[in-house]
């Protein structure tokens, strides 16, 4: 972690403002003013995604001058109560991992499914995207192995998928009659979305 107090440059365009980092983390503080001359402060978290893309999420949250005191108060208290350990502990079981490459053992933010909540389904994978379709692999093979030996059978031209029969699919470990099913409707609503039927 660490911190990057803000520069003359800076504190000519806001009374006050730090930042620090942790992992992909990145936090900004700043005191602005409004228009009616009012103060009050912006607390924006950035988090990094992605590999050779870079991608952030942003988050902000703004403290108007009027409220801080009661903020300063509430944070005092949370702060004081957690330094003399006056905090309930948590009951939360920690969740055991069987296999080092299934969906679980990544971080919360590299998640097929928590990555398209958070950045939308354009910027997933082909494998991640079939993922999320298939939900698991075996014990054996995880979800995400799996989907990537049918995205390189297909050997760079995802379109192949439409004519894969079930038998096709259900030749690959991890595919059953129920799942080449979800994969063969997903294909066909999507073929119609953007060829519809001639009327």
């Not at 005191?31 to 009050?40: E, I, L, P, Y």
């Not at 409220?67 to 939360?92: H, I, N, Q, T, W």
């Not at 939308?120 to 995400?144: D, H, M, R, W, Y």
């Amino acid at each position: 972690m660490y911190f990057d107090h803000g520069s003359s440059k800076n504190q000519l365009s806001y009374p006050a403002t730090e930042t620090f980092s942790h992992g992909r983390k990145h936090y900004f503080i700043d005191v602005k003013k409004a228009s009616n001359d009012s103060h009050f402060v912006l607390i924006t978290s950035s988090e990094e995604y992605g590999n050779e893309e870079k991608a952030y999420q942003r988050r902000t949250i703004q403290l108007w001058e009027e409220d801080l005191a009661k903020f300063v108060e509430a944070l005092s208290m949370v702060l004081s109560r957690l330094a003399y350990g006056e905090l309930e502990p948590e009951k939360e079981k920690m969740e055991v991992v069987k296999h080092p490459k299934s969906v679980k053992a990544l971080a919360q933010y590299d998640r097929p499914r928590e990555k398209l909540h958070d950045l939308g389904a354009g910027k997933l994978s082909a494998e991640e995207l079939l993922a999320i379709l298939l939900c698991t692999g075996t014990s054996e093979v995880p979800v995400l192995d799996l989907c990537k030996k049918i995205v390189r059978s297909l050997k760079g031209d995802l379109s192949g998928m439409l004519e894969m029969t079930a038998e096709q699919l259900c030749a690959f470990p991890g595919i059953g009659v129920a799942k080449a099913a979800i994969l063969m409707a997903a294909l066909e609503l999507g073929r119609r979305v953007f060829l519809p039927a001639k009327s």
